[in-house]
C-alpha cells in the first residue's frame, strides 16, 4: 500500500532550524512542512513590507533555505511553508537567490497568493457581504487605513496545485495551520476533495504536527522532568497510508517524547468544538479519535470522521488598536511585595495627577501573579526575596505611551527602597485589534493563483 513520510519543520516564526534539520537528516521523510504565521506575526509582517516593498515575509525563511537546500537536492526532499506571509513572490526570490548562491540549479518555487483580500473589501461592501464580526455580531466600522492586514486563510488546494506542477518548494501566505501538511498526503496518496474521512485524517496529522517540539515532549504538563534530551528534541514525523492509517513519531537520533500523553495535550490545544472543527478543506469530528501505542515512541491514530468543507472562509483583519506603554522595577527583601505595591499606587496616583490620558491599565507583580492574575494563592509575603512591578497601559497615541514610561526613573529616589533593575521604560508599541469576519469562500477561492519557477529562469 503506498505511504508517504511528511515531517514538522517549524512551530513559529523564529523557531529553531535545529529540528527541521534532524527531520532531513534522520527522519527518512519525503516532505518538512512550516508553520510559521499568526496573526501577530502577519501583522510585523505588514510593517515590514511597508519600509521596504521587497519584505513582507519571515525573515527566517533565508536560514531555512540555507541549511536545507542541499536536503532538498540531495534527498529529493520537498518543502512547504506559508513564510510568504504579505508578500509569497519576495520570500520565492529570495529562495531562488540563496539557489543560485549555492550553485543549486533546477528548483522548481510554487507559490499560492489570494488571501490577501485587503484590496477587496471596498467590493465586498458594495455586495453586500457582511463584514461583521462573527464572534460579537458587531458591524465593522474601521477605515482602510486603520486596518494593517486583511487575510483569508487558504487550505490545502492550491499547496497541492504546486506540488502537480512540480515544486519542490511551495510559499504560500496565510494558510490554516493544517494545511501544509494535508496538501502533500492529498497529492501523493491521491484523497479526493469530498473523501471527508481522509482529509479530516490529514487534518488532525496537521493539527498535531502544527506546534514542532509541541507533540513530541516540549511544553509537557506531564512527568515533563523524566522527558529525554530535550536540547535535541525531534519534530514530529507522520507516517501515513493512502486508507489513512497513520504513525506519528520523531526522527531517531533526537530526543523528546512521542507518546499518547504528549500527544493528547497536543491534541486539545485550541479545540472549542471538537465534533466540529472547521478548516477549509474539512469539517472534522474529533469525539472517536484513538491514540494507540505501537511501540516506544510510535503512537498509531484513528477514528476520526469528516464533513463536507464550509461554504464559507474565515478571515481575519488586524487594525491599530492604540498603543501601550509600560515600565517595570524591581525590589528586595524585605517587604518586597508591600513596596511594589505602594510604587504601583503612586504611579496610578501620577497619571491623573498629570494628566495623562489612559484607556485601560494593567498591574501585575512578578514572581508572585503575572502568570496566574487573580487566581494566585496568597504566599507569605516575607518569604519573599524579591518582586518586579510591571505595569502597562494602553492610550491612543504613541506620546501618551511614551509620557507613562517616564513615571518609573523617578520612583528609584522618590519612592519605595529599594529599586533595582528598571526596564521598558520607554518601550512603547503599537496594539493590534483583530477582527474575524466569514466570506462566501467563492468570492475568495476566484482569486487564488498558483505558479511554479525555476531557479534558472532568473540566472
Request: aromatic share 10%; charged share 25%.
Amino acid at each position: 500500500m503506498k505511504k508517504v513520510r511528511i515531517g514538522a519543520g517549524q512551530g513559529f516564526y523564529g523557531d529553531t532550524i535545529y529540528g527541521a534539520l534532524n527531520v532531513a537528516k534522520y527522519g527518512d521523510v519525503q516532505y518538512i512542512c512550516f508553520d510559521c504565521l499568526a496573526e501577530l506575526t502577519m501583522a510585523i509582517l505588514q510593517k515590514d513590507k511597508q519600509k521596504d516593498p521587497s519584505k513582507g515575509y519571515t525573515k527566517d525563511i533565508t536560514v531555512t533555505a540555507k541549511n536545507l537546500l542541499p536536503y532538498v537536492k540531495e534527498k529529493g526532499i520537498k518543502l512547504i511553508t506559508n513564510a510568504g506571509g504579505i508578500n509569497p513572490e519576495a520570500a520565492r526570490e529570495e529562495v531562488l537567490r540563496i539557489a543560485r548562491e549555492m550553485g543549486i540549479e533546477d528548483l522548481k518555487v510554487g507559490i499560492a497568493t489570494g488571501d490577501n483580500i485587503y484590496p477587496l473589501l471596498e467590493s465586498f461592501k458594495q455586495k453586500g457581504i457582511s463584514l461583521a464580526d462573527y464572534d460579537t455580531g458587531e458591524a465593522f466600522n474601521k477605515p482602510n487605513d486603520e486596518i494593517l492586514f486583511a487575510s483569508a486563510y487558504l487550505g490545502a488546494w492550491p499547496i497541492v496545485e504546486c506540488l502537480q506542477q512540480g515544486a519542490d518548494i511551495v510559499i504560500t501566505g496565510r494558510t490554516t495551520d493544517t494545511a501544509q501538511f494535508l496538501a502533500p498526503l492529498i497529492h501523493e496518496l491521491g484523497w479526493g476533495e469530498e473523501q471527508w474521512d481522509l482529509l479530516a485524517q490529514g487534518i488532525l496529522l496537521g493539527h498535531l504536527m502544527e506546534c514542532s517540539g509541541q507533540a513530541t515532549g516540549g511544553n509537557f504538563s506531564g512527568d515533563w522532568w523524566n522527558v529525554p534530551e530535550l536540547e535535541k528534541v525531534g519534530y514530529p514525523v507522520a507516517e501515513v497510508y493512502e486508507d489513512g492509517m497513520a504513525y506519528l513519531t520523531k526522527p531517531d537520533h533526537t530526543g523528546g517524547r512521542v507518546s499518547v500523553d504528549t500527544l493528547k495535550e497536543q491534541f486539545l490545544y485550541e479545540i472549542h468544538d471538537p465534533s466540529h472543527y472547521i478548516t477549509p478543506d474539512v469539517i472534522a469530528d474529533f469525539t472517536n479519535v484513538r491514540f494507540e501505542e505501537i511501540k516506544e515512541n510510535v503512537v498509531q491514530i484513528s477514528g476520526v470522521k469528516g464533513k463536507p468543507k464550509p461554504p464559507t472562509l474565515k478571515a481575519i483583519m488586524g487594525y491599530s488598536n492604540g498603543y501601550m506603554g509600560q515600565g517595570m522595577l524591581g525590589y528586595s527583601w524585605p517587604d518586597a511585595l508591600q513596596k511594589a505595591r505602594k510604587a504601583d499606587e503612586i504611579v496610578r496616583k501620577q497619571i491623573e495627577l498629570y494628566g495623562i490620558k489612559v484607556n485601560d491599565i494593567h498591574t501585575e507583580f512578578v514572581g508572585y501573579n503575572s502568570i496566574h492574575g487573580p487566581l494566585a494563592e496568597p504566599v507569605d509575603e516575607e518569604k519573599l526575596n524579591e518582586i518586579y512591578l510591571r505595569v502597562a497601559v494602553q492610550t491612543d497615541t504613541k506620546e501618551e505611551a511614551a509620557q507613562f514610561g517616564r513615571l518609573f526613573p523617578p520612583l528609584a529616589l522618590n519612592g519605595p527602597p529599594f529599586v533595582g533593575g528598571l526596564a521598558n521604560l520607554f518601550s512603547v508599541r503599537q496594539l493590534l485589534g483583530l477582527w474575524s469576519v466569514l466570506i462566501p469562500r467563492e468570492e475568495i477561492e476566484v482569486g487564488v493563483v498558483t505558479n511554479v519557477k525555476g531557479v534558472s529562469t532568473n540566472g
